[in-house]
Protein backbone atom coordinates (compact mmCIF):
# COMPACT_ATOMS: atom_id res chain seq x y z
CA UNK A 1 0.00 0.00 0.00
CA UNK A 2 1.22 3.25 -0.87
CA UNK A 3 -0.53 6.68 0.50
CA UNK A 4 0.50 10.02 -1.15
CA UNK A 5 -0.28 13.61 0.15
CA UNK A 6 -0.38 15.27 -3.33
CA UNK A 7 -3.33 17.27 -3.81
CA UNK A 8 -4.15 20.87 -2.29
CA UNK A 9 -0.94 20.92 -0.24
CA UNK A 10 -0.09 22.25 1.47
CA UNK A 11 -3.23 22.40 3.40
CA UNK A 12 -5.33 25.38 1.95
CA UNK A 13 -7.85 25.42 4.26
CA UNK A 14 -9.14 23.56 7.86
CA UNK A 15 -10.97 21.32 5.81
CA UNK A 16 -8.04 19.99 4.48
CA UNK A 17 -5.60 20.34 6.74
CA UNK A 18 -8.11 17.65 8.70
CA UNK A 19 -8.37 15.81 6.10
CA UNK A 20 -4.72 15.17 5.71
CA UNK A 21 -4.46 15.01 9.53
CA UNK A 22 -7.00 11.84 9.35
CA UNK A 23 -4.23 10.35 6.59
CA UNK A 24 -1.22 10.47 9.09
CA UNK A 25 -3.18 8.99 11.61
CA UNK A 26 -4.34 6.18 9.43
CA UNK A 27 -0.55 5.69 8.11
CA UNK A 28 0.53 5.13 11.72
CA UNK A 29 -2.08 2.76 12.52
CA UNK A 30 -1.96 0.76 9.85
CA UNK A 31 2.08 1.14 9.62
CA UNK A 32 1.86 2.09 5.89
CA UNK A 33 5.30 1.78 4.15
CA UNK A 34 5.33 3.61 1.78
CA UNK A 35 4.37 7.46 3.23
CA UNK A 36 4.70 10.35 1.12
CA UNK A 37 4.64 13.66 2.66
CA UNK A 38 3.13 17.00 1.41
CA UNK A 39 5.91 18.24 -0.66
CA UNK A 40 7.04 15.21 -2.12
CA UNK A 41 4.89 15.57 -5.15
CA UNK A 42 2.52 13.71 -7.33
CA UNK A 43 1.44 10.08 -6.33
CA UNK A 44 2.01 8.57 -10.06
CA UNK A 45 5.32 10.74 -10.44
CA UNK A 46 6.58 9.80 -6.66
CA UNK A 47 5.59 6.00 -6.77
CA UNK A 48 7.71 5.79 -10.15
CA UNK A 49 10.75 7.66 -9.00
CA UNK A 50 10.60 5.59 -5.77
CA UNK A 51 10.46 2.28 -7.60
CA UNK A 52 7.50 1.09 -5.79
CA UNK A 53 5.87 0.17 -9.24
CA UNK A 54 7.46 -2.35 -10.99
CA UNK A 55 6.88 -4.05 -14.72
CA UNK A 56 4.35 -6.46 -14.49
CA UNK A 57 2.80 -5.31 -11.17
CA UNK A 58 -0.89 -4.39 -10.90
CA UNK A 59 -2.06 -1.04 -9.48
CA UNK A 60 -4.92 0.16 -8.31
CA UNK A 61 -5.34 3.76 -7.29
CA UNK A 62 -8.12 5.85 -6.22
CA UNK A 63 -6.77 8.40 -9.00
CA UNK A 64 -8.29 8.55 -12.11
CA UNK A 65 -4.75 9.13 -13.82
CA UNK A 66 -3.64 5.38 -12.19
CA UNK A 67 -2.74 4.24 -16.23
CA UNK A 68 -0.01 6.36 -15.67
CA UNK A 69 2.54 3.38 -15.04
CA UNK A 70 2.03 1.44 -18.43
CA UNK A 71 4.85 3.30 -18.96
CA UNK A 72 6.72 1.09 -16.79
CA UNK A 73 4.83 -1.81 -18.55
CA UNK A 74 2.45 -2.27 -14.98
CA UNK A 75 -1.05 -2.21 -15.13
CA UNK A 76 -2.98 0.65 -13.67
CA UNK A 77 -6.11 1.41 -13.31
CA UNK A 78 -8.09 4.33 -11.19
CA UNK A 79 -10.85 3.21 -8.99
CA UNK A 80 -12.98 5.39 -7.09
CA UNK A 81 -12.81 5.53 -3.46
CA UNK A 82 -15.45 3.03 -1.94
CA UNK A 83 -13.69 0.28 -4.49
CA UNK A 84 -10.18 1.57 -2.48
CA UNK A 85 -12.17 0.93 0.50
CA UNK A 86 -13.24 -2.39 0.03
CA UNK A 87 -9.49 -3.21 -1.49
CA UNK A 88 -8.13 -2.54 1.87
CA UNK A 89 -10.78 -4.35 3.41
CA UNK A 90 -10.59 -7.34 1.84
CA UNK A 91 -7.88 -7.43 -0.66
CA UNK A 92 -10.07 -8.02 -3.55
CA UNK A 93 -11.98 -6.46 -6.54
CA UNK A 94 -13.84 -7.84 -9.69
CA UNK A 95 -12.80 -6.11 -12.79
CA UNK A 96 -13.73 -6.86 -16.20
CA UNK A 97 -10.99 -7.71 -18.21
CA UNK A 98 -10.72 -4.75 -20.82
CA UNK A 99 -10.56 -5.42 -24.38
CA UNK A 100 -7.42 -4.00 -26.20
CA UNK A 101 -6.61 -1.36 -29.02
CA UNK A 102 -3.43 -0.95 -30.15
CA UNK A 103 -1.93 2.58 -31.57
CA UNK A 104 1.33 1.68 -33.52
CA UNK A 105 3.68 4.78 -33.59
CA UNK A 106 6.46 5.22 -36.36
CA UNK A 107 8.27 7.94 -37.20
CA UNK A 108 10.18 10.74 -35.35
CA UNK A 109 9.18 13.71 -33.97
CA UNK A 110 9.54 17.53 -35.41
CA UNK A 111 10.61 20.72 -33.76
CA UNK A 112 8.50 21.67 -30.74
CA UNK A 113 6.54 18.49 -31.02
CA UNK A 114 5.52 16.55 -28.10
CA UNK A 115 3.79 13.68 -27.02
CA UNK A 116 1.10 16.07 -25.20
CA UNK A 117 0.62 16.52 -29.06
CA UNK A 118 0.61 12.81 -29.73
CA UNK A 119 -1.75 12.89 -27.37
CA UNK A 120 -4.28 15.46 -27.89
CA UNK A 121 -4.14 14.44 -32.04
CA UNK A 122 -5.67 10.29 -30.82
CA UNK A 123 -7.96 12.11 -28.56
CA UNK A 124 -9.22 14.46 -31.06
CA UNK A 125 -9.35 12.08 -33.77
CA UNK A 126 -10.38 8.86 -31.57
CA UNK A 127 -12.77 11.13 -29.12
CA UNK A 128 -13.01 11.32 -25.22
CA UNK A 129 -15.11 8.14 -25.45
CA UNK A 130 -12.73 6.55 -28.00
CA UNK A 131 -11.16 3.98 -25.67
CA UNK A 132 -13.75 3.64 -23.03
CA UNK A 133 -12.86 0.61 -20.55
CA UNK A 134 -10.44 -0.07 -23.22
CA UNK A 135 -6.67 -1.34 -22.77
CA UNK A 136 -4.55 1.04 -24.62
CA UNK A 137 -1.41 -0.83 -25.82
CA UNK A 138 1.36 1.19 -27.28
CA UNK A 139 4.06 -0.40 -29.50
CA UNK A 140 6.34 0.46 -33.23
CA UNK A 141 10.18 2.02 -33.28
CA UNK A 142 9.36 5.44 -32.52
CA UNK A 143 8.93 4.17 -28.78
CA UNK A 144 12.77 3.14 -28.28
CA UNK A 145 13.42 7.20 -29.40
CA UNK A 146 11.54 8.36 -26.76
CA UNK A 147 12.20 9.67 -23.62
CA UNK A 148 10.89 8.45 -20.32
CA UNK A 149 9.57 11.80 -19.56
CA UNK A 150 8.02 11.35 -23.18
CA UNK A 151 6.41 8.09 -22.36
CA UNK A 152 4.95 8.98 -19.04
CA UNK A 153 3.19 11.88 -20.43
CA UNK A 154 1.77 10.01 -23.32
CA UNK A 155 0.62 6.65 -21.25
CA UNK A 156 -0.77 9.56 -18.82
CA UNK A 157 -3.25 10.90 -21.20
CA UNK A 158 -4.95 7.85 -21.77
CA UNK A 159 -6.98 8.19 -19.13
CA UNK A 160 -8.64 11.30 -21.27
CA UNK A 161 -9.68 8.97 -23.65
CA UNK A 162 -11.63 6.47 -21.24
CA UNK A 163 -8.70 4.27 -20.95
CA UNK A 164 -9.20 1.48 -17.92
CA UNK A 165 -5.39 1.15 -18.95
CA UNK A 166 -2.42 1.66 -20.93
CA UNK A 167 0.80 -0.08 -21.73
CA UNK A 168 4.17 0.59 -23.46
CA UNK A 169 6.59 -2.80 -23.34
CA UNK A 170 9.19 -1.61 -21.29
CA UNK A 171 12.69 -2.32 -22.51
CA UNK A 172 16.01 -2.00 -21.40
CA UNK A 173 15.78 2.53 -20.51
CA UNK A 174 13.47 1.58 -18.33
CA UNK A 175 14.82 -1.92 -16.41
CA UNK A 176 17.86 0.26 -15.74
CA UNK A 177 15.99 3.08 -14.49
CA UNK A 178 14.12 1.06 -11.77
CA UNK A 179 17.05 -0.70 -11.04
CA UNK A 180 19.41 2.38 -10.40
CA UNK A 181 16.55 3.92 -7.81
CA UNK A 182 16.24 0.05 -6.30
CA UNK A 183 19.66 0.31 -5.21
CA UNK A 184 19.76 3.79 -4.12
CA UNK A 185 17.20 2.73 -1.71
CA UNK A 186 16.59 4.33 1.33
CA UNK A 187 18.18 7.44 1.06
CA UNK A 188 16.17 7.86 -2.60
CA UNK A 189 19.24 9.30 -4.25
CA UNK A 190 19.97 7.33 -7.67
CA UNK A 191 23.02 7.24 -9.74
CA UNK A 192 24.89 4.56 -8.01
CA UNK A 193 23.99 2.48 -10.76
CA UNK A 194 22.48 -0.97 -10.90
CA UNK A 195 23.84 -4.08 -9.18
CA UNK A 196 24.37 -6.82 -11.45
CA UNK A 197 21.03 -9.28 -11.87
CA UNK A 198 19.05 -6.43 -11.04
CA UNK A 199 17.78 -5.31 -14.19
CA UNK A 200 17.52 -9.16 -15.33
CA UNK A 201 15.41 -9.53 -12.27
CA UNK A 202 12.98 -7.17 -13.04
CA UNK A 203 13.07 -8.25 -17.11
CA UNK A 204 11.78 -11.48 -15.81
CA UNK A 205 8.79 -9.88 -13.87
CA UNK A 206 7.48 -7.91 -16.79
CA UNK A 207 4.59 -9.18 -19.01
CA UNK A 208 4.22 -8.63 -22.52
CA UNK A 209 1.71 -8.83 -25.25
CA UNK A 210 0.97 -12.56 -26.14
CA UNK A 211 1.80 -13.73 -30.01
CA UNK A 212 -1.32 -13.42 -32.08
CA UNK A 213 -3.21 -11.03 -29.62
CA UNK A 214 -6.68 -9.76 -30.74
CA UNK A 215 -7.60 -6.15 -31.01
CA UNK A 216 -10.69 -4.45 -30.91
CA UNK A 217 -9.05 -1.97 -32.84
CA UNK A 218 -5.45 -0.82 -34.40
CA UNK A 219 -4.25 2.50 -35.38
CA UNK A 220 -1.04 3.47 -36.61
CA UNK A 221 0.33 7.13 -36.34
CA UNK A 222 3.38 8.65 -37.94
CA UNK A 223 5.13 11.25 -35.27
CA UNK A 224 6.54 13.05 -38.24
CA UNK A 225 3.10 14.43 -39.50
CA UNK A 226 2.08 15.31 -35.97
CA UNK A 227 1.94 19.25 -35.25
CA UNK A 228 1.22 21.02 -31.75
CA UNK A 229 -2.37 20.75 -31.10
CA UNK A 230 -4.55 22.72 -28.60
CA UNK A 231 -7.67 21.42 -26.83
CA UNK A 232 -10.32 23.90 -26.27
CA UNK A 233 -12.97 24.84 -23.53
CA UNK A 234 -14.37 22.85 -22.40
CA UNK A 235 -13.98 19.18 -24.17
CA UNK A 236 -10.36 17.34 -24.20
CA UNK A 237 -11.26 16.10 -27.68
CA UNK A 238 -11.86 19.66 -29.33
CA UNK A 239 -8.51 20.10 -30.86
CA UNK A 240 -7.41 22.59 -33.32
CA UNK A 241 -4.19 23.58 -34.42
CA UNK A 242 -2.68 26.84 -33.06
CA UNK A 243 -3.26 28.62 -35.58
CA UNK A 244 -6.99 28.62 -35.18
CA UNK A 245 -5.87 30.06 -31.68
CA UNK A 246 -4.13 33.52 -32.33
CA UNK A 247 -6.28 35.73 -31.62
CA UNK A 248 -7.07 34.05 -27.78
CA UNK A 249 -5.35 36.24 -25.21
CA UNK A 250 -3.57 34.46 -21.81
CA UNK A 251 -4.07 35.65 -18.67
CA UNK A 252 -3.03 32.30 -17.07
CA UNK A 253 -0.23 30.03 -17.95
CA UNK A 254 0.23 26.47 -16.06
CA UNK A 255 2.90 24.66 -16.14
CA UNK A 256 2.35 21.20 -13.84
CA UNK A 257 0.32 17.68 -12.93
CA UNK A 258 1.28 14.44 -13.57
CA UNK A 259 1.05 14.57 -17.31
CA UNK A 260 3.43 17.36 -17.85
CA UNK A 261 5.38 18.77 -14.45
CA UNK A 262 8.68 16.68 -15.03
CA UNK A 263 12.22 17.90 -15.50
CA UNK A 264 11.77 17.57 -19.40
CA UNK A 265 8.81 20.00 -19.21
CA UNK A 266 10.04 22.80 -17.20
CA UNK A 267 13.30 21.91 -19.71
CA UNK A 268 11.13 22.82 -22.92
CA UNK A 269 9.67 25.97 -20.55
CA UNK A 270 13.38 26.93 -19.63
CA UNK A 271 14.28 27.35 -23.20
CA UNK A 272 11.37 28.96 -24.61
CA UNK A 273 11.73 31.80 -22.17
CA UNK A 274 15.12 31.95 -21.99
CA UNK A 275 15.76 35.71 -22.33
CA UNK A 276 12.35 36.71 -22.49
CA UNK A 277 9.39 37.72 -19.86
CA UNK A 278 5.99 37.06 -19.48
CA UNK A 279 3.96 39.50 -21.18
CA UNK A 280 1.85 42.12 -19.40
CA UNK A 281 -1.25 40.88 -17.99
CA UNK A 282 -0.07 37.49 -18.39
CA UNK A 283 0.64 35.52 -15.19
CA UNK A 284 2.37 32.33 -14.91
CA UNK A 285 2.28 29.52 -12.00
CA UNK A 286 4.75 26.30 -12.10
CA UNK A 287 3.80 23.29 -9.74
CA UNK A 288 6.75 20.56 -10.59
CA UNK A 289 5.69 16.78 -10.33
CA UNK A 290 7.29 15.93 -7.36
CA UNK A 291 10.37 17.29 -5.03
CA UNK A 292 13.09 15.61 -6.84
CA UNK A 293 12.21 17.93 -10.38
CA UNK A 294 12.50 20.77 -8.34
CA UNK A 295 15.86 19.99 -6.65
CA UNK A 296 16.94 19.27 -10.18
CA UNK A 297 15.38 22.25 -12.14
CA UNK A 298 17.38 24.41 -8.74
CA UNK A 299 20.17 22.71 -9.43
CA UNK A 300 20.41 23.58 -13.69
CA UNK A 301 19.68 27.31 -12.49
CA UNK A 302 16.12 26.80 -14.52
CA UNK A 303 14.44 28.08 -10.90
CA UNK A 304 15.91 31.07 -10.84
CA UNK A 305 15.73 32.01 -14.45
CA UNK A 306 12.43 31.25 -14.76
CA UNK A 307 11.43 33.82 -11.82
CA UNK A 308 13.30 36.31 -12.86
CA UNK A 309 11.22 35.76 -16.39
CA UNK A 310 7.81 36.39 -13.81
CA UNK A 311 6.86 33.03 -12.79
CA UNK A 312 6.01 31.79 -9.70
CA UNK A 313 6.48 28.46 -7.87
CA UNK A 314 4.21 25.73 -6.50
CA UNK A 315 5.19 23.24 -3.84
CA UNK A 316 5.37 19.92 -5.48
CA UNK A 317 1.81 18.37 -5.78
CA UNK A 318 -1.24 18.65 -8.06
CA UNK A 319 -1.41 22.16 -7.46
CA UNK A 320 -4.92 24.43 -9.05
CA UNK A 321 -5.35 21.27 -11.64
CA UNK A 322 -8.40 20.11 -9.38
CA UNK A 323 -9.33 23.69 -9.35
CA UNK A 324 -9.03 24.18 -5.14
CA UNK A 325 -5.92 25.52 -4.62
CA UNK A 326 -2.70 27.64 -5.57
CA UNK A 327 -3.34 29.18 -8.98
CA UNK A 328 -7.74 28.84 -9.64
CA UNK A 329 -9.05 30.72 -11.75
CA UNK A 330 -11.78 33.88 -11.49
CA UNK A 331 -15.00 34.53 -13.42
CA UNK A 332 -14.13 35.26 -17.81
CA UNK A 333 -10.15 34.44 -17.13
CA UNK A 334 -8.30 32.42 -19.82
CA UNK A 335 -5.80 29.85 -18.61
CA UNK A 336 -3.55 27.88 -21.19
CA UNK A 337 -2.46 25.07 -19.01
CA UNK A 338 -0.09 21.95 -19.64
CA UNK A 339 -3.24 19.20 -18.11
CA UNK A 340 -5.13 17.04 -18.22
CA UNK A 341 -8.26 18.27 -18.13
CA UNK A 342 -10.06 21.29 -19.42
CA UNK A 343 -13.82 20.98 -18.52
CA UNK A 344 -15.82 23.58 -17.20
CA UNK A 345 -14.84 24.32 -13.78
CA UNK A 346 -12.10 22.49 -13.63
CA UNK A 347 -9.85 25.07 -12.40
CA UNK A 348 -11.98 26.93 -10.71
CA UNK A 349 -15.07 29.42 -11.70
CA UNK A 350 -17.14 27.66 -14.23
CA UNK A 351 -16.92 30.75 -16.60
CA UNK A 352 -13.06 30.32 -16.97
CA UNK A 353 -11.45 28.75 -20.09
CA UNK A 354 -9.00 26.49 -19.84
CA UNK A 355 -6.99 25.65 -22.93
CA UNK A 356 -4.51 22.52 -22.84
CA UNK A 357 -1.36 22.26 -24.64
CA UNK A 358 1.91 21.18 -24.35
CA UNK A 359 4.81 23.09 -21.81
CA UNK A 360 6.55 24.65 -25.15
CA UNK A 361 2.89 26.45 -26.15
CA UNK A 362 2.27 27.10 -22.94
CA UNK A 363 5.25 29.15 -22.44
CA UNK A 364 5.64 30.58 -25.54
CA UNK A 365 1.83 31.51 -25.05
CA UNK A 366 2.60 33.48 -21.43
CA UNK A 367 5.38 34.84 -23.46
CA UNK A 368 3.40 36.35 -26.24
CA UNK A 369 0.05 36.94 -23.95
CA UNK A 370 -2.00 34.86 -26.60
CA UNK A 371 -2.10 31.30 -27.96
CA UNK A 372 1.19 31.08 -30.44
CA UNK A 373 3.33 28.36 -31.87
CA UNK A 374 6.86 28.25 -29.72
CA UNK A 375 8.27 29.53 -32.91
CA UNK A 376 6.86 32.51 -32.98
CA UNK A 377 8.80 33.75 -29.95
CA UNK A 378 12.05 32.07 -30.34
CA UNK A 379 13.17 32.97 -34.10
Request: charged letters at 15%; aromatic letters at 8%; one cysteine or more.
Given at each position: MAVTLDHAVPAPTVRHAQNHAEVRAFVAEQGVDHFFEVGRGICHQVLSEEAVVLPGDTILGSDS??????????????VGR????????????????PESIRIRLEGVLGEWVTTKDVALTLIGGL????????????????????????????VNMMAEMGAKNAYMQPDGVVFEYLAERLVARPGRRPGRGAEPGETARL??????????????????????????????PHHVDDTVGIGELATVRV?????????NGRIEDLGAVHRVMAGR???????????????????????RGWVADLADAGAVF????????????????????????SANRNFQGRMGDRGAEIYLASPAVVAASAVAGRIVHPSEVTE
Open positions: HTPHFGWLGAFGAGSEMAVIWATGELWLRVGADGALYRSVEFDGPAIAGLSLDSRAALERGALYPDPGAVYSADHLLDLSAVEPRVARDQAFIGTCTRLARGTRMVIVPASSEVWTEALAGTPGCGPCMGNHLGVLAPDEVCIS
